[in-house]
């Protein structure tokens, strides 16, 4: 057990819904990632968030947002829903946001996009 | 530009042999760190190692081993008589310290099948 937490475990939504995933860090972690896995992008970042600030953007498309807030716990919402966003969402947390510390990850939502 | 080979897409190996998974990466900064990641069946990532650039010192871990070359940027990994709970997709992940941030580049990822 990693100590990070998502929720939900599963989503089923049809096209062009909203949907929004939770990730709690390991304790103390200042730190949240947001990846997405499928099967032909591989495992793509796509958001940090430090402390309550975004740090950084990959390839995030801009029907998703997150935000982290005062507790740290994170929050990633992707509208518009498309059959192509079905994927595994994985949050990651690390003590502090930068590239020496190792990232924790959570076990994941899968979405399922009908 | 950064980047991550994992040549390998899959390995098939009997049980307790021994099995390399490559991992070539690319960077122009000259502070970066070098992680692996291994994905079981139940779909969660655990983390396995993490290296820095300075450090070019092989690393064992039990029946882990990784072998860090900057000379062919390579971060190879090899699992000693393999058993069947080895079975999984292993990741290898770049992180640039340049870039200020943490983000993860990952590789393809390697499948080994491990067989009893």
């Known amino acids: 057990d990693s100590g990070v937490t998502q929720t939900p475990k599963h989503l089923i939504t049809a096209t062009g819904q909203r949907v929004t995933l939770r990730c709690s860090p390991r304790s103390g972690d200042l730190s949240v990632y947001w990846y997405q896995q499928s099967l032909d992008q591989g495992l793509q970042f796509l958001i940090q968030?430090?402390?309550?600030?975004?740090?950084a953007k990959g390839n995030i498309l801009e029907r998703f947002s997150a935000q982290q807030f005062p507790d740290l716990h994170s929050e990633l919402n992707l509208s518009s829903l498309e059959l192509g966003d079905s994927a595994l969402y994985f949050c990651a947390s690390s003590a502090t946001g930068v590239s020496s510390y190792e990232q924790y990850f959570g076990p994941g939502t899968r979405l399922t996009v009908t | 530009a950064q980047k991550v080979t994992q040549a390998q897409t899959e390995i098939s190996v009997v049980e307790k042999e021994d099995v390399t998974l490559d991992c070539v990466y690319e960077?122009?900064?000259?502070?970066?760190?070098l992680f692996w990641y291994k994905q079981p069946p139940s779909g969660e990532l655990v983390f396995l190692i993490r290296?820095?650039?300075?450090?070019?010192q092989n690393e064992i871990s039990g029946r882990y081993s990784w072998n860090f070359q900057k000379s062919t940027s390579s971060f190879n990994f090899t699992i000693t008589a393999s058993q069947v709970v080895d079975s999984a997709v292993y990741f290898c992940a770049l992180s640039e310290a340049g870039s200020n941030t943490g983000k993860l580049i990952f590789g393809q990822g390697t499948t080994l099948q491990v067989k009893p």
């Open positions: 960077t122009r900064d000259t502070t970066y760190y």
């Open positions: 968030y430090y402390n309550g600030e975004e740090r």
């Open positions: 290296r820095n650039s300075f450090d070019e």
